[in-house]
């Protein structure tokens, strides 16, 4: 989690000296982290057909309830009119492992959601994101995550 910290604090100059924002990625694949509640590792791929979703998004995270799960969201994006910012929303299924300290770690099946904004500069992602939960396995509950984000985009399309 620390590196995730240091990388978006010594990050945050670059973005902000950008010479130019964009509402498109600079590639395809963008890999980074998220901090907050849970907080993690994200993979964000961009399709090419754009008559469906526009990416899919991958977490592995970790939050502080002792809960490590696996998020998978279908993602539509669009440009916010009159500023360099996109919005995404989409939903998505979630399946984790709950540690339990004196009984057996039981396995968790839900579905989610994921909202929020985001904008490119350079060959990176800036994001914000809320993304609620039901876990329907073992039993139904319900919980509110979200965060801010960094991801890095290889290549070129």
């Known amino acids: 989690m ?13 973005l902000a000296q950008a010479q130019s924002y964009s509402h498109t990625p600079p590639s395809q694949t963008g890999l980074g982290g998220v901090i907050g509640n849970p907080s993690g590792l994200t993979l964000k791929v961009y399709g090419t057909d754009r008559s469906s979703f526009t ?22 994006e669009r440009p916010l009119p009159d500023s360099p910012l996109n919005y995404f929303l989409g939903p998505g299924v979630l399946l984790g492992v709950r540690e339990r300290p004196r009984d057996d770690n039981e396995m968790v099946l839900g579905l989610s959601a994921n909202v929020g904004i985001n904008f490119f500069a350079e060959r990176f ?32 399309r």
Request: no cysteine.
């Open 2 to 14: 620390r590196l995730l910290i240091t990388l978006l604090i010594g990050t945050l100059p670059l």
């Open 55 to 76: 990416a899919y998004d991958f977490l592995l995270a970790y939050d502080l309830d002792r809960f490590f799960f696996f998020n998978l969201h279908g993602l539509y």
């Open 125 to 156: 992602e800036v994001f914000l994101q809320l993304t609620p939960r039901l876990h329907l396995l073992p039993g139904t509950e319900g919980d509110l995550g979200g965060g801010i984000g960094l991801r890095y985009y290889f290549g070129g």
